[in-house]
């Protein structure tokens, strides 16, 4: 007696469900990779590239310890 016909075996036809659940599994799987992978790096916020700024103008010295606070402040308010 074929072994398909063996209790416990799934034979052709379910040897074939399986092949078709794997391709299925596989193409979820490379489709997941690919729309996360074109995600790339988000912008930053324009609240961010304000701090930013006020933090590099800082740093240079063109802004006091004063202005830098006031105007750190405004802009915690603000987002």
């Not at 209790?7 to 489709?31: D, S």
């Not at 609240?47 to 802004?63: M, N, S």
């Amino acid at each position: 007696m074929p072994y398909w016909h063996y209790p416990g075996t799934m034979g052709w036809a379910g040897g074939i469900g399986m092949l078709v659940l794997m391709a299925l599994v596989l193409a979820a799987l490379v489709t997941l990779t690919v729309v996360l992978g074109r995600r790339g790096p988000q912008p930053p916020s324009p609240g961010d590239t304000a701090r930013r700024i006020l933090d590099e103008r800082f740093a240079r010295g063109e802004i006091d310890q004063e202005e830098y606070e006031h105007r750190r402040d405004a802009l915690t308010r603000t987002e």
